[in-house]
């Protein structure tokens, strides 16, 4: 394998690219990252003409690997034929907002945005405009894109920008607290109950993680937030579509939130994002509401097409028996791996994603333990060194995860996400030989 083409297309970037990409976290993989040329099923093929199973998959948007299905591809396809935009409301949009709310239990409205940044945004404007409150409370490490109100760090009212060009004055109306932990979000609530506008939360840390809710948690978020009229807001832009199938992360947690926002899989692959929830609320948007919102692209015809196409599909076919079913191999897999090489090592994920957490600690004896990742079930062995928050993430080996084995899973052909932090993607597009080739690779490079 040579990386030349790659390097000297970096190179390049790098003088008309800050850092050489479009998104951090793609310059994560040194000393450059990989260009890639293009996508082929459950693969890509990089810029030196080398070919490797992608479990990146965008980060997020791609339910069926590189190759679109092929009514999704027509769609798009006609859409483009016809002129990509207008500035005028089409039918494809009211179509795929029907479409979603006939799926996801708590959205009977929305309002389609780019990016699920634009949407965490416009749920916020809401929240805070509905409750006359300012506050949001986010969790610590949850990512909610890259926006002034979540890009905090600290705890409880104790927060700071987490970048510069924030001032101070807009983030000491953003609280955050642990994951997972019910005693921080009452004491949040006692402190700044009447000032909450709302909660922020992610229904799986999937950006610093993966980590899941442990029993009871998201119903203490929901009981919190009526007590005290604010908006529990549950950002699914990783999770819609993905985890739970059509009916969403809350459907398979039965959690009603106010608020979802929406990015990703919605948009099949294209910039997309979305707000949705009651009518209720949601008609507080201009021009029903007063609550300005607008976008020159928002419901983008070609955009609206493929996420529909691509949800339609998902409908109609195994797509989702077949993601959740290699998710479920990958991950039982890895833990007949990790049992062996790397006992302390945490294997996470449910549904299409899927991680291995490099931890520090765990237990002797796997008797009863979850086969299938962690879970957050009590009665499992690993219960008390599996991660339940981002602290506990970010406390594993992660330069190990990051220079020595990310490398050697290239090397052995395998692309995992950029960092340890980042979920990695079952889709339609891979195979049963793709996991076993991925296992192969693990046991290999641990
Ligand atoms: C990716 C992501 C976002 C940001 O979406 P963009 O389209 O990158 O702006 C927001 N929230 C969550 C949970 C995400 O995973």
């Not at 199973?53 to 069926?64: E, R």
């Not at 016809?82 to 006939?102: D, H, L, N, S």
């Amino acid at each position: 394998m040579s990386d030349e083409h790659s390097r000297d297309l970096y190179d390049r970037a790098l003088s008309v690219l800050p850092g050489g990409v479009n998104s951090a976290v793609r310059a994560a993989i040194e000393p450059y990252p990989p260009f890639i040329q293009r996508g082929d099923g459950g693969h890509v093929v990089d810029a030196d003409g080398d070919r490797y199973i992608d479990w990146v998959m965008g980060l997020g948007p791609l339910l069926y690997g590189h190759d679109l299905p092929q009514p999704v591809e027509a769609a798009v396809q006609s859409h483009v034929s016809e002129g990509p935009m207008y500035g005028m409301p089409t039918e494809i949009e009211v179509e795929q907002a029907e479409f979603v709310a006939r799926h996801v239990p708590s959205v009977e409205m929305l309002r389609f945005v780019n990016s699920g940044t634009e949407a965490t945004v416009s749920a916020c404007r809401l929240a805070r405009a509905y409750t006359g409150n300012d506050k949001i409370v986010v969790m610590q490490g949850g990512y909610h894109g890259a926006q002034e109100t979540t890009l905090v760090e600290g705890k409880y009212d104790h927060t700071s920008p987490s970048s510069p060009g924030i001032p101070d004055s807009f983030v000491e109306h953003t609280l955050a607290v642990p994951f997972n932990d019910e005693g921080a979000a009452h004491t949040v609530f006692e402190e700044h109950g009447d000032d909450i506008a709302g909660v922020l939360v992610e229904p799986i840390l999937a950006n610093t993680g993966i980590v899941e809710p442990v029993d009871g948690y998201h119903d203490t978020l929901r009981d919190l937030c009526d007590d005290h009229d604010a908006l529990l807001m549950w950002d699914e832009v990783i999770t819609g579509f993905r985890v739970g199938g059509l009916g969403c992360a809350q459907s398979k947690y039965d959690v009603e939130p106010d608020l979802t926002t929406f990015g990703k899989l919605i948009g099949g692959g294209f910039p997309v994002g979305a707000i949705g929830g009651p009518a209720e609320l949601v008609e507080h948007f201009t021009p029903s509401g007063d609550v300005f919102q607008a976008g020159t692209f928002s419901g983008h015809p070609v955009t609206m097409a493929a996420g529909l196409e691509s949800l339609r599909y998902a409908a109609e076919n195994d797509v989702y028996d077949h993601v959740h079913g290699l998710g479920q191999q990958l991950r039982r897999g890895l833990q007949e791996i990790v049992q062996d090489q790397a006992p302390q090592y945490t294997v996470t994920g449910t549904d299409g994603m899927f991680k291995l957490l490099f931890t520090r600690e765990g237990p002797d004896d796997f008797e009863g333990h979850c086969e299938g990742g962690c879970s957050q079930r009590e009665a499992c062995p690993r219960y008390d060194y599996c991660p339940k928050n981002a602290a506990d993430v970010a406390a594993g080996e992660t330069d190990r995860w990051r220079r020595v084995f990310w490398p050697k899973m290239k090397e052995r052909g395998v692309f995992l996400s950029q960092n340890q932090f980042e979920s990695q993607f079952v889709t339609y597009a891979h195979t049963e030989d793709d996991v076993e080739e991925t296992l192969e690779a693990y046991k290999e490079a641990l």
